[in-house]
C-alpha cells in the first residue's frame, strides 16, 4: 500500500509553507517543500554563471536541468526547522530571499528543469505520508493525493504577510514593491506552459485572506480525517 498524501498548493504567501509544516509536525509525516526545490535549482545555476531569463537557448536550458538533476543538497532537521545545505554550504536564509524566488520562478518555468525534479518530489511519498507544498503537487506530482488543498489569499494580504516575515527576520523590504513582484510571480506562474498554477479539478478551495494560521490548519485536518 503506498503511502497517503496530502498536496497543497497555491500561489506564494497563501501560507502554505506554515500550514504545511504544522501539519507534518502534528502528523509526524515527511514534508515535501518543492519551492525550495526549485530555488536551490535557481541559485545553484546562478552560482555556476549559467544564462537564466527570456534570452535563454536550449542549450542554456539544457544546463539549467542538469544542474537541478544532480544537485548536490542536503535537508538538515533541526529543532528550528530544515537547514538546507547546497554543495557543503548552508543556504537556508539565502533560498529565502525575494532574489532567488525570482530565479526559482525563471527555472520553474523550463520543462527539462520540472522533468528533472519530478522523480525527486516522489521520492518524498514514504510511509507514513507526506504533506507536499508547492503549485503543481495535485496536478502533476501526485494526482493520486487522497486530499487535495487550493490555498489563496489577496495579493494585498500575501503581500503584508512577507513584508512582515521579512522585516520580522531583519530584511530591508518594501511593501509596494513586494505586492508588485507577488503580482508579477503570479502572472508568470499562472501563464507558463508547463505545469501552470491551477487548482486540480478535484481539489477543495481555500481562501485564507481574513483566517488564521490555526484556522486554516483546522480546516485541512478536517478533511484529512473525512477521507480517512
Ligand atoms: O513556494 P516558493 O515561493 O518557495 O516557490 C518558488 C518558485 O518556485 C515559485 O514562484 C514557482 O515559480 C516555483 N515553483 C513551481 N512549482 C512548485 C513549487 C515552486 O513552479 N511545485
Redesign the pocket.
Known sequence: QSAPVITVDGP?GAG??TVCARLAQELNWQLLD???L??ITGLASERKGLALGDSMNEQDEAAVADVAANLDVRFEPTPLGVKVILEGDDVTDQIRTEEV?SL??QV?ALPAVREALLQRQRDFQTLPGVIA?????GTVVFPQAQVKVFLTASAEERGQRRYKQLTEKGFNASLPALIEDIRA?DE??SNRAV?PLKPADDATMIDSTSMTIEEVCQQVMQLVKNAQ
Open positions: 506564494s502554505k509553507g518543492s519551492g525550495a526549485y530555488r524566488g526559482a520562478s520553474a507544498d508547492g503549485r503543481d503537487m510571480r508568470r506562474d505545469a
